[in-house]
């Protein structure tokens, strides 16, 4: 479970302010906002990439504030990360890119890879470079290489943005068969509201910094039967 409390981050002009929310282990948790509304800001907390400058944070009951390397490295191992722009290493081939956080863990085994690799469609792709893929291609490496360890959390920014139809959906029913086999929270972060609304179980809407509302989404309910003011700002960030 990740949990934060009154957390503040600044940037300059910028600040993300009193960021209070539970994510409950194996929820499909979006976080939506306009560009510039923090949402990579706070997936960067979450991934411990970014220190807080106020507040409480814990992972699992471990208090995120003053974390060791090590406290941090075995945190970081329960998590796989889909970066707004893939953050693959173009001098490793697609295997070795998709085998990377299993060969940091001293496994040797490509098995796995492999198997990820057999699953986003680039099996074919194995031994090829990543400037020579396609965005889309990019993107499904990285997805694979997120998923090789089976992480407890999977932290996705703008996972789909950037691609077609085809490719969005593909990732998405991806990770909706990897959230039917073991139930891994999932926090999502993207400006498109149709698929945080159709692929997530709960969401944080974001507005200049501040937690505008968190909605729970329930997916039988019609649009028009919800609470009205979780359906407006989802209007009003729609437009
Ligand atoms: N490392 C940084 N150093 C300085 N300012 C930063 C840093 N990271 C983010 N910011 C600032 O924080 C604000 C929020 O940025 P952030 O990327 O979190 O927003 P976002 O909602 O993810 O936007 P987008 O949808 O465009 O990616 C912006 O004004 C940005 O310039």
């Known amino acids: ?22 994510i409950k282990n194996g929820v499909i948790y ?25 507040g409480k944070f814990w992972i699992d009951d471990v ?5 060791t390397r090590k406290q941090k490295g075995i945190l970081k191992q329960k998590m796989g990360m889909i970066f707004q722009d893939y953050h693959l290493l173009n001098n490793l081939t697609v295997l070795e ?22 699953k986003v469609g680039l099996l074919d792709y194995a031994t090829v470079y990543p400037s020579t893929l396609s965005g889309g291609q990019k993107q499904r490496v ?3 290489r997120a998923l090789v360890t089976k992480p407890k959390y999977i ?33 999502f972060v993207s400006h498109d509201l149709d698929k945080v609304k159709s692929f997530c179980d709960e969401c944080l809407i974001l507005d200049k910094g501040q937690i505008r509302h968190i909605v729970e989404v329930n997916h039988s309910q019609d649009e028009a039967e919800c609470d009205p003011y979780p359906t407006k700002a989802f209007r009003r960030l729609s437009k």
């Open 97 to 118: 890119n998709s085998h990377l956080p299993l060969k940091l863990k001293g496994i040797k085994d490509k098995s796995q890879a492999l198997f990820w690799l057999e």
């Open 30 to 54: 979006g976080v939506v906002g306009e560009s510039g509304s923090g949402k990579s800001t706070l997936l960067s907390i979450l991934n411990l990439s970014t220190s807080i400058d106020d």
């Open 1 to 22: 479970m990740i949990q934060l409390n009154q957390v503040r981050k600044v940037y300059g002009e910028f600040s993300l302010e009193n960021i209070s929310l539970t």
């Open 142 to 144: 990285a997805l694979a």
């Open 63 to 67: 208090d995120c504030r003053d974390l």
């Open 155 to 187: 932290l996705l920014d703008e996972a789909t943005s950037a691609l077609d139809e085809y490719n969005a959906q593909l990732i998405l029913q991806i990770l909706r068969d990897v959230h039917d086999d073991y139930q891994p929270t999932i926090i």
